[in-house]
């Protein structure tokens, strides 16, 4: 009798356990990349002092990001920048919105280099802060290199940026 008794607490133990578990859905991490075009519409800089060749900016940056699955996303990217002796840091916020209306929101903080010619080159790790639409919820990073153009007298420069994001969103 006491072994039938055992074996139905330990069923009924078992059964509470699991229906437990069947509300945490542990969230896989999901992967996607985009290659970005975009243009500085906005620059200013200054510079720092009696520090030689180190200047302080802010910049805006516009285009568009094309996604391995087809999408395309509208790119807006705000920064400050301290850059000086062929390397510096920027700091700022990146904004990709989808044709409906989805729309990432990512954190920057890059570390920049500068090669002899004045392309910048920069690789970062950035936190992924906020979603809308299909992306409320999201958690994760982007992982990016970029590529920018020499500066030119009189033109924008451009950029190129390879981004991975890996992120988790809330079960539905």
């Known amino acids: 009798m006491g072994?039938?008794?055992?074996?139905?607490?330990?069923?009924?133990?078992f059964v509470i356990a699991a229906s437990?578990?069947?509300?945490?859905?542990?969230?896989?991490a999901e992967a996607m990349k985009c290659r970005t075009a975009a243009i500085y519409v906005k620059e200013e800089t200054m510079p720092v002092g009696d520090l030689e060749g180190r200047t302080l900016g802010m910049s805006m940056r516009e285009g568009l990001s094309f996604f391995e699955?087809?999408?395309?996303?509208?790119f807006?990217?705000?920064?400050?920048?301290?850059?000086?002796?062929?390397?510096g840091q920027t700091i700022g916020y990146t904004f990709y919105t989808f044709a409906d209306g989805s729309r990432i929101i990512v954190r920057v903080g890059a570390q920049n280099i500068y090669d002899p010619s004045g392309t910048?080159?920069?690789?970062?790790?950035?936190?992924?802060?906020?979603?809308a639409g299909r992306f409320e919820?999201?958690?994760?990073t982007t992982?990016?290199?970029?590529?920018?153009?020499?500066?030119?007298?009189?033109?924008?420069?451009?950029?190129?940026?390879?981004?991975?994001?890996?992120y988790t969103l809330p079960p539905k």
Do not use: H, W
Request: hydrophobic fraction near 30%; charge should be positive.
């Open 137 to 140: 919820g999201i958690k994760g």
């Open 69 to 74: 699955n087809g999408e395309i996303a509208n």
């Open 120 to 131: 910048r080159l920069t690789k970062a790790v950035n936190e992924i802060i906020k979603g």
């Open 143 to 166: 992982s990016t290199t970029s590529k920018s153009s020499p500066p030119v007298k009189g033109e924008y420069r451009k950029q190129t940026l390879d981004t991975t994001f890996t």
């Open 20 to 28: 437990f578990l069947g509300f945490v859905i542990e969230a896989k």
């Open 3 to 13: 072994t039938k008794r055992s074996m139905q607490i330990f069923v009924g133990c």
């Open 76 to 87: 807006k990217n705000y920064t400050i920048e301290d850059q000086g002796g062929g390397m």
